[in-house]
Structures are given as C-alpha cells and as structure tokens.
C-alpha cells in the first residue's frame, strides 16, 4: 500500500522535527533559570503557574464550545501521562539540589536505554540497530561532555536522578500506545500537579517585577510550547526515537548559557557535544532517506 507507507513516512518526519523543536524548547530552561533572581522551587511553582493558564487555554482555544471535554476524553491516559511529566520535573530539581550536575546528567542520558526498554516491554517495538548505536554514542557524547566535572555525589540524589528519565519514558511509550488521544490536556494536568508539588516549599510572593517576563517565557515558551510539540510528535515516531532526539536539550542547554552568559564550555563537553550532534545527524539523515525511497514513485 504505497499512499499509506508514504503517509506514514511524512508523519515521522514531522514527528521528529515536532519532537526536536521540543528539545530546542526545553534546552533554555537553563538561561532561564540563570537570569531569574527566585528561588529554584519558586521559579518552578510560577512557571507551573502560567504553563497552566496557557495551556488550559490552549485546549479550550482549539476545542472551542466544548469546555472542559477534551480533558475527560483523555481519561487516565491523560492524567497518567501529565504525573509522569510532572514527577520527573520536580524530580530532577531534587536529584540536583543532592548531587553533581554532572551526575545528573550522566543518568539523564540513560532515557533512551529506558525507553527502548520500556516500549519493547510494553508495546513490542522492535528498536533498530542503528537506533541502538545512536544512543550508545549519544550517552557516551554525553559522559564525555561532563567527565571533567564528574564527582562523587550523593548516592540518594544519584538515585533520584533515575525518576526523571523513566518518568520520560513512561510518558513516551503511553503517548506512544494512546496515539490517537489528544494529549494535550496531559501536558495542562502536569502543570497543575507541578503547583502542588512545589507549592509546600516555594515562596510566590517573593518574586520581583523584572522576573515575571522571565517566568512567563520560562512557563509558555520552555514548558508548555515544548510539551505541546513533543506529546504531539511523540504520537508519529517509535519511543526509542523520540526519546534519543529529545537528548539534544542536554546538548543545546550549555550553548545558550555560553552565548547569552559567557560561561564557555569545556573541550570535553565541545567533543562531547559534536559526538552526540553527529549520532543524532547520522540517525536523522538515515530516516530522511528511507523516508524519500518511500516517497519516491514506484
């Protein structure tokens, strides 16, 4: 069936474009959070604040008339796939309040491993060698990028560094598997529970006037924009994938600090970077062409 492999060919294609626009999206939370004066847990209770306000008004927005429905028609689904995103958030703000970035990082990496896992387990997708070596390359890229800064840590907080990519992972593999439930409405439910995660140990009326142009970019453009593309593009590519695109967050986070900030990066994180950047590249182009043999007139 020629029409529907082509079909197919360009959902993935756009699936994982969408997917790193996502990555993209995510990767100035870093900037973000340097620029803004509050406290880490009240600069996450507030951009959970306007990530909620948009992205109820998103859903409302596109469903118009329908009020509140949408969220029901993603039933636990929905509210299963937003917990995750929202645990592995807070998650990965007490990993680093306990640990070494660095740590953090290195078990960051590991989501893909997770994902394919996780999806093989659970939805029997097989993933592809190629996908395999990409995501070898990409965690090696990534332990190379903070071998310089690499300490010992605190086991607890390396520990808890695991909740934030298999959360991920979770959440990727049910989107994956509920393909044709709108998601959305996931990503306003994590916002949500991000607020009542935090709210115990945030200060929200402490912030000053120059941060809340901060904060709405960090809630509507970090957050809610790059939910919005990832549950969207998720849906049209294997999980294993989606998972090893959306590692160039951790790739593009340090140059933005560079640029904007002047913290230069070290030689190790730019081999590092360029290692895991060819991997992705290698991978993105592989699927480019097979995507156009599928396009291509029998």
Known sequence: MPALDAASATLRLRG???????????????LLQRLISADAWTTIFWRAVFAAVFLFAFVLWRDRGRGLAPFKESGWAGFAAGFCFATASTFYIVSLSLTKVANTLIVLSTSPFLTALLAWVVLGEQVRTRTWVAIAAAIGGISLMVANSAAAGNLMGDLLAFVPPLMVA????????????RMAPA????AVLAIVFTWPLAHPTTIVAEDVLLLILFGVGQL???????????????AAEASLIS?????????????????EPSRAALIGGAV????LMAHALLDAR???FVNAPI
């Not at 994982?16 to 870093?30: N, P």
């Not at 990503?187 to 994590?190: E, F, H, I, T």
């Not at 790739?251 to 913290?263: N, Q, R």
């Open 276 to 279: 895991v950047l060819l991997a």
């Open 290 to 292: 097979d995507a156009r």
């Open 224 to 238: 809610s924009i790059g939910l919005i593309l990832f549950i969207t593009g998720a849906r049209w590519i294997p």
């Open 187 to 190: 990503a306003a439910v994590a």
């Open 247 to 263: 590692l160039l967050e951790v790739i593009l986070a340090p140059v933005w600090v560079w640029l904007f900030l002047g913290e």
């Open 16 to 30: 994982i474009w969408m997917v790193a626009c996502a990555a993209f999206c995510w990767s100035t939370g870093g």
């Open 170 to 181: 979770s959440a990727t593999v049910l989107i994956r598997r509920k393909r044709n439930v």
